[in-house]
């Protein structure tokens, strides 16, 4: 999750990380620039505005930020479930 202008809150998955900002994108977006085809370039946001969500239905409309988990890169997935839908999405985007 990503806290954009005006404290909005975004669900979004990192697509690289730079010195000081993570580029995050949208599902549709990831799978096309994962692909190799044109897609809408990554959006960078500063380290301390990325947020870890362990679940995918975790609710965005008033995120409590100070309880959430900064991001890390060098933090894996913890959610089974995050995992096994990443994989079954990639299924069906090569079948």
Do not use: Q
């Not at 954009?4 to 990192?14: D, M």
């Not at 190799?36 to 870890?52: L, M, N, R, S, T």
């Not at 965005?60 to 930020?65: A, K, S």
């Amino acid at each position: 999750m990503v806290r954009a202008y005006g404290g909005k809150a975004l669900l979004r998955r990192v697509w690289d990380v730079g010195e000081r900002v993570v580029y995050v994108t949208n599902d549709k977006e990831f799978d096309k620039l994962a692909a190799g085809e044109p897609a809408v370039e990554p959006i960078g946001f500063p380290k301390e505005d990325v947020f870890c969500v362990s679940e995918p239905h975790f609710s965005v409309t008033n995120p409590e930020w100070s309880r959430l988990e900064m991001w890390s890169a060098k933090k894996k997935p913890t959610s089974k479930k995050l995992t096994a839908r990443k994989g079954s999405r990639a299924t069906r985007g090569t079948v």
